[in-house]
């Protein structure tokens, strides 16, 4: 008996819970045919987070999670975070030597590996010894554990774990635009902070219903995975993206809230379905990943959803969003910062820089990383002090605050152009270039020029059902584009790479030009 208060904070699997409780036959999670109400849901959470612990998963052990899209991956997902564990999920676009270097990098002791992981991480698990204990789904191997023997065996009472803000919660691994990804270490207190702030920024409530269109393992997926369960509503997952069910689930589900990047808003706006939808349904429509261009927002803003959100942000822990009611008068902007975060705009030197003027842009705030997982060289470069002497952390990205404190994106530092000594940023001539009516989608590239240095190429997909002329579309784009702008050439192409939301990753376009200069 103790005459004094603890310090009390309540962390994520305890709200959920507490949804459990008292809402215990709502639906929490669907996914496919799948659907878990909240009782259910949060005993599969304590049925994995008691396998672990006594697995020997200690507090703030890393554990693997390579799943595809499923309610089992979010059990798994909140059951580590339950037993105390640091979740490391990992991307299926990865190679199994990439698999290898990040499950070494992450120091994972236990793993959760779903069927389509299983031909590219079996070979790898005598390469890994401090990996202690397999777990399948959709799979049996001998030796492994499996999923169905822990949902049927294990106890659902509550594990004995307590959490402290500073605990580690997840690593995120980039998505390796450059190298190797990095791994972005961040806390129980910086994923709070990402669900609470959402949830009011977007008007998330517990008769909400949510839908996800990227992969779970994706830090952009949890803008919208984090605050619907934190609210208490429902999430809806889907497996892979179509455009057709989308708007199927949408209207069927009368979802309340989605998430897609630009890539999928340019699928569905070209859907023949699309305009028989009904997705009236629709109070927030979120964007994140890449800037969307202007003349698809008003796309968007007319067939889909006027109440369009716009998110800028990077992983390590930054985010500004426009919101449906300053499109009349910053339409061009990605708004303000969200609940609880800062921005700064500074030049090469470390200097801040006034409204008006570009620079690098820096974030602050409760969301932000705590580190690049063994990489302190990395998180070093990062960091930026203000005059109190407050961490930001340098996102790599141009951009510039107008006079009310609006954000605006200019560009990524490393995609800009540098052509005769003039900069040139990509996403102003994408701008221009999107806008001819035979262009779905444009990613401009600076390729070798002999006398210029290099020069902008336009790499074009074309609108579906037509046509394209690139000598036309250059002739057309070069006629709206300032001297120092202009194309030197257009190609079409099918596709582009991308990462797992969807933003094109031009290092990969722009090697094959200058690797043969």
């Not at 270039?433 to 390729?447: E, F, K, N, R, S």
Request: hydrophobic fraction near 40%; aromatic fraction near 8%.
């Amino acid at each position: 008996m103790t005459d004094t208060l603890d310090d009390p904070q309540v962390y994520l699997p305890d709200l959920f819970a507490t949804h459990a409780h008292h809402y215990p036959n709502k639906d929490a999670v669907i996914c496919g045919e799948t659907r878990r109400c909240w009782r259910d849901f949060v005993h599969n959470i304590n049925r994995v987070a008691n396998f672990l612990i006594k697995s020997g998963v200690r507090k703030g052990d890393r554990v693997a999670l390579m799943m595809s899209n499923s309610v089992e991956m979010l059990e798994c997902l909140f059951g580590i975070v339950r037993a105390g564990g640091c979740v490391v999920p990992l991307s299926g676009l990865l190679t199994s030597d990439q698999l290898k270097s990040l499950l070494h990098d992450s120091e994972a002791t236990a793993a959760f590996v779903s069927a389509d992981f299983e031909e590219k991480v079996t070979p790898l698990v005598a390469e890994l010894p401090l990996i202690s204990r397999w777990i399948t789904h959709g799979f049996v191997r001998d030796g492994w554990a499996h999923m169905s023997k822990i949902y049927t065996e294990e106890e659902v009472t509550v594990p004995n774990i307590q959490h402290a803000i500073t605990d580690r919660f997840n690593i995120i691994y980039s998505s390796g635009t450059t190298g190797l990804p990095k791994g972005i270490v961040q806390t129980h207190r910086a994923r709070l902070h990402w669900a609470f702030s959402n949830a009011v920024e977007m008007g998330f409530a517990s008769n909400s219903k949510a839908l996800t269109t990227t992969p779970l393992y994706s830090n952009g997926t949890w803008l919208m995975m984090l605050p619907i369960l934190f609210a208490g509503g429902t999430l809806h997952v889907m497996e892979s993206f179509d455009p057709e069910a989308f708007l199927h689930v949408v209207e069927q589900e009368k979802i309340t809230h989605t998430f897609m990047v630009p890539a999928q808003y340019y699928m569905v706006l070209a859907c023949s379905h699309l305009k028989k939808a009904d997705l009236r349904s629709l109070q927030t429509v979120l964007s994140a990943g890449s800037p969307l261009r202007r003349d698809t927002k008003l796309q968007i803003i007319e067939h889909i959803s006027p109440n369009l959100y716009e998110l800028y942000g990077f992983s390590e822990g930054f985010a500004s969003m426009l919101k449906p009611h300053q499109h009349a008068e910053k339409f061009d902007t990605v708004g303000t910062p969200v609940l609880g975060f800062e921005v700064r705009i500074l030049d090469d030197e470390g200097n801040e820089l006034p409204p008006g003027t570009i620079g690098e842009i820096a974030g602050y705030g409760a969301g932000i990383m705590a580190e690049y997982n063994n990489r302190a060289d990395l998180t070093a470069e990062l960091i930026w002090q203000d005059g109190r002497g407050r961490s930001f952390i340098r996102s790599g990205d141009i951009g510039m605050l107008d006079e009310d404190g609006f954000l605006k994106i200019i560009d990524r530092k490393k995609d800009m152009i540098i052509s005769g000594g003039f900069n040139v940023f990509p996403a102003d001539v994408e701008a221009i270039v999107g806008q001819h009516p035979d262009v779905m989608d444009v990613a401009v590239i600076g390729v070798p020029h002999p006398k210029w240095g290099e020069s902008c190429l336009a790499l074009v997909i074309p609108a579906k059902d037509v046509e394209a002329n690139p000598s036309e579309i250059l002739t057309w784009s070069n006629n709206q584009l300032a001297k120092t702008q202009r194309l030197i050439g257009v190609e079409l192409r099918d596709g582009f790479p991308r990462n797992a939301l969807g933003k094109v990753i031009k290092k990969d376009l722009r090697e094959p030009y200058w690797s043969k200069s």
